[in-house]
């Protein structure tokens, strides 16, 4: 499908999930709404690494982190610029016990009232706050749409022409330990931020406005960083940038882990955590885009791996800290994924930068020919007349240049040619023995036109 279209219908699913949220009265319907939304931002997900990947190719690094830093700083100023422009949609707690305590004085609703589907709901600022976003979506939705029908020539058709085909050894399992790197690092992640709060409460004794601003520290070190890396992903390779946020990673982890309870260790471990996992992400794309060709189904399958990871490991973890709260479960965790990251690299390293087999190499060879001959590469889908004529005058101007050459060639062989026979046949043996003119495969005339003055300055030396 045209990107910019599944792209577009995407954000409009997105908005008209958010948009009908506070409007479910039955949880059912809210659970149609939200899978709905989780769809349109799964394609969205998979969609937006593709389509920077496609629009940039080798230099969508520095893109791609400013991609994936749009999604840490929405994430940590959405709610507080929500909060703050329609305030808290959860009513005081002094509200709720005096709804408790008058639990007999309530009268029901009518009969008729339970079995509306959508209404309008009480909260005024829980409707005003997913309103706002749903529209802010629908804007996103016809800026492609606008994308969709305008078609912009493509400037760089040479470029892309005479690319690579990048083709690693070992596509296949590459991409499953991608799957199973991004599991264990987009699950740490989320198990992190999700249970921070109440791990600082009620682990390390904090009080609620402390643990509060540790969740803050971690995800503002985290927006910071993945901020701070689209200028560092101009000079730094993926692969050291990886290398780097692991060491991070297994690091502050393990401070974590020794100093659980050291409230100042946890400021400082948090902040270097969420400093350490921003730019995984978008260098793990950056960096398997170098040994092999990333399309729609090998960016869906560790986009799969990153979210099953997201769904799985906070349940565990919660399950696991309702059975056990005195253990720290999310700073084993944290320690366990930074460990199970940092071994797995180097072994996807080692496998993409294996040597080719021959065949491979003769395969890439033959790849690489035809798409630098073939007129539809100067182009994308979308423009392949456009292509083909760029394609034409490439190829002229190679062919106009030959000519001149081949021209060049001719009139030197005819000069040559002329003074050799104005000699006698004794200068010419011996101009033969000597080495004075050698005489090599240069002076074989090529092409249709023939030498006509030869025979004349022949007949007049007879």
């Known amino acids: 499908m045209n990107r910019n279209l599944i792209m577009g219908l995407s954000m409009l699913g997105a908005s008209v999930g958010l948009s009908l949220v506070p409007f479910c009265k039955k949880a059912i319907l809210l659970v149609v709404m939200m899978a709905v939304f989780g769809i349109c931002t799964g394609i969205l997900d998979t969609g937006s690494n593709v389509l920077i990947l496609h629009l940039w190719r080798g230099e969508a690094a520095p893109h791609l982190q400013a991609l994936h ?105 590459l991409l499953g330990l991608l799957f199973i790197f991004f599991f264990f690092y987009v699950g740490a992640e989320v198990t992190y931020g999700s249970y921070v709060f109440s791990f600082a409460t009620q682990h390390a004794g904090m009080s609620e406005s402390q643990a509060a601003g540790l969740n803050s520290a971690f995800w503002g070190t985290f927006a910071t960083c993945r901020g701070i890396a689209i200028c560092f992903a101009t000079c730094l390779q993926p692969g050291t940038m990886i290398v780097l946020s692991n060491v991070g990673s297994l690091l502050s982890s393990l401070l974590l882990v020794i100093f659980d309870k050291n409230h100042l260790c946890l400021w400082v471990a948090t902040a270097l955590y969420g400093a350490s996992m ?40 919660g399950s696991l800290q309702g059975k056990c709260p005195h253990l720290p479960g999310i700073l084993y965790v944290s320690l366990g994924s930074a460990i199970a990251t940092g071994v797995l690299f180097p072994i996807m390293y080692k496998l993409a930068t294996a040597p080719l087999s021959s065949k491979i190499q003769e395969s890439r060879k033959s790849e690489d020919q035809k798409a630098l001959l073939s007129p539809s590469r100067f182009n994308d889908e979308d423009e392949d007349d456009y292509g083909e004529e760029g394609a034409e005058e490439e190829w002229n101007k190679v062919d106009f240049e030959m000519i001149e050459m081949t021209d060049t060639m001719r009139n030197s062989v005819i000069e040559t040619s002329r003074k050799i026979l104005r000699e006698s046949p004794t200068e010419i043996s011996s101009h033969l023995l000597s080495s004075d003119i050698p005489f090599t495969s240069s002076l074989v005339i090529t092409g249709n036109s023939p030498v006509n003055p030869l025979p004349l300055d022949r007949e007049k030396n007879d």
Request: glycine share 6%; aromatic share 12%; charged share 15%.
């Open 278 to 317: 921003a730019t995984t992400f978008p260098s793990g794309v950056s960096w398997i885009e170098q040994y092999m060709t990333i399309k729609g189904k090998s960016a869906a399958l560790f986009v799969i791996g990153a979210a099953l990871g997201e769904m799985v490991i906070p349940v565990v973890v």
């Open 69 to 173: 830093f749009t999604f840490a700083l929405g994430a940590f100023l959405a709610p507080l610029l929500a909060k703050l422009a329609f305030g808290s949609a959860v009513p005081s707690e002094n509200h709720m016990i005096a709804d408790v305590s008058n639990h007999s004085e309530l009268t029901l609703p009518p009969a008729a009232d339970l079995e509306v589907i959508f209404g309008v709901p009480a909260n005024k600022n829980l409707l005003w706050t997913y309103v706002v976003i749903g529209t802010y979506t629908l804007v996103m939705f016809s800026l492609f749409i606008v994308l969709f029908f305008q078609k912009i020539p493509n400037q760089e058709k040479a470029k892309e022409a005479a690319q690579k085909i990048r083709t690693a050894k070992y596509q296949s399992v």
